[in-house]
């Protein structure tokens, strides 16, 4: 066995561990800031809820993002959510 091995091990895994805690509690504090800015934004008039997907929307791939709209118009044309053609029909 290796002088030290399982006190190195030891004192390695504690440092692993105490980094995890000091950054869970730091997520923490980053999460109660976000949610104090939608409060301050909700306070304001404005819908956090739809802040909320534009935030998750602006994060994603614009590639990812553009399939992911197209597939959902797709979708709204099959069920009748949305026209398959502008003006379809209006000028007659």
Known sequence: ?????????????????????RLEEEKSTIADDIKSVYSEAKASGFDTKAMRKIVRLRGQDEQKLAEE????????????????FEN?????
């Open 1 to 21: 066995m290796k002088a030290g091995g399982p006190n190195v091990a030891r004192d390695q895994l504690r440092a692993f561990i105490e980094r995890v805690e």
């Open 69 to 84: 709209e197209a597939i959902l118009d797709s979708y709204k044309a099959a069920l009748g959510m949305l026209p398959l």
């Open 88 to 92: 379809d029909g209006d000028a007659a």
